[in-house]
């Protein structure tokens, strides 16, 4: 389409820059998408409620909240390292899909506990939420094994040469989750303002909790 | 739109590849038709269209087929694509979705000659 074209007047030279670049797979999704609005069977807002309702309602909120506690109640800590459906079901936590276990490593100041993917794994994601992008990719899920230290340097994890790494390869059975380290300073601190330092990839063991 | 009952057919994605890239613990869209695709696939399941289940393994085997015509670290890969396509296969499959109406609608919005704003 040529700026002459375009009917937006004075606009028209920046319209034009953006009206020929709709890509095919956009394209495509508008064509499904209009269809199915036309067929009824999708209302105009219906996509935008889904979109939304995940970007605000799924998050590792879940897992956060479990580590603070793990941090603060001893007691906790130990249910949780026992039983942690259990124990996350005190939290008000919900496991949804039945048939798999969750599972409550902790790491020390010897050892550190990674969990790693491999092509069947599973995601706690009631803890964790959507599972980021690095999980689902191949290399990674091959790395992990073979040098874990290299794959923490990637994620800006330079781990103690003399500490021990212990790696869980969470199966279709058994989702791991870490506790990390607490950080030092945090003495005090309320489970809120704990859990508010707690990432996805610490509770993977991917990451350290810094204070 | 159920809450509980969409996390729950997005968990059950969650077993490796099938599961959706996030980014920042928030839903991963590199660009705005992603988000779409997204969402068009999990509201029309939970309008009854077709169980999750039958999303859930047309998603697993295209990402199968990709995965054996290209190496592991194939810079091409796009999870979304993946996704679009399993879509298309299921409802024209299902016969909701007519693949010729389908082509010619894409190629209306391709070419910009339809003005309807989604």
């Known amino acids: 389409m040529s700026a002459e074209h375009d009917e937006h007047g004075e606009h028209g030279e920046h319209h034009h820059h953006e009206r020929e670049s709709e890509s095919y797979y956009a394209a495509r999704t508008k064509a499904l998408e209009s269809l199915f609005r036309e067929k009824g069977m999708i209302g105009v807002d219906t996509v935008d409620r889904v979109i939304r309702f995940f970007d605000h309602d799924m998050g590792p909120f879940n897992g956060a909240k ?5 941090w603060v109640d001893p007691g906790f800590k130990a249910r949780l390292l026992e039983d ?9 936590i919900r496991d949804g899909i039945e048939g798999e276990n969750l599972r409550v490593v902790d790491n020390t100041p010897s050892v550190h506990h990674m969990v790693c993917c491999t092509l069947c794994s599973c995601w706690p994601w009631p803890l ?7 999980f689902k990719d191949p290399v990674f899920r091959a790395r992990v094994v073979k040098e874990p230290r290299a794959v923490l340097k990637d994620f800006c994890v330079d781990l103690d040469p003399g500490k021990q790494i212990r790696i869980w390869d969470s199966g279709a059975q058994v989702r791991y989750f870490v506790v990390p380290e607490r950080p030092a300073g945090t003495e005090g601190w309320s489970e809120e303002k704990l859990a508010a330092l707690v990432s996805t990839e610490a509770m993977q063991g991917l990451g350290l909790v810094a204070a | 739109m ?6 729950q057919r997005i968990g059950q994605l969650n077993g490796g590849v099938a599961a959706p890239p996030t980014l ?3 839903l991963q869209f590199e660009e705005p038709w992603q988000g779409r695709i997204f969402g068009l696939a999990l509201a029309l399941s939970e309008a009854g269209n077709y169980p999750w289940e039958s999303f859930r393994q047309s998603l697993i085997s295209t990402i199968a087929e990709w995965e054996a015509a290209h190496a592991r670290d194939d810079p091409s890969w ?4 993946q996704w679009l396509a399993a879509f298309e296969k299921l409802v024209i ?3 909701v ?7 010619e609608r894409t190629e209306a919005f391709r070419l910009r000659l339809r003005d309807e704003v989604i």
Not at chain 1, 66 to 70: N, T, W
Not at chain 2, 2 to 7: G, W
Not at chain 2, 78 to 81: A, G, S, T, V, W
Not at chain 2, 97 to 103: D, F, R, T
């Open chain 1, 66 to 70: 479990v580590v603070a506690k793990a």
């Open chain 2, 78 to 81: 796009r999870y979304y694509e």
């Open chain 2, 97 to 103: 979705i007519n693949p010729v109406e389908l082509h």
């Open chain 1, 84 to 92: 942690a459906n259990k124990a996350i079901a005190e939290l008000g």
């Open chain 2, 2 to 7: 159920d809450a509980e009952a969409s996390k």
């Open chain 1, 128 to 134: 964790l939420g959507l599972p980021p992008y690095w």
């Open chain 2, 93 to 95: 499959d299902l016969g």
């Open chain 2, 24 to 26: 920042c613990n928030n």
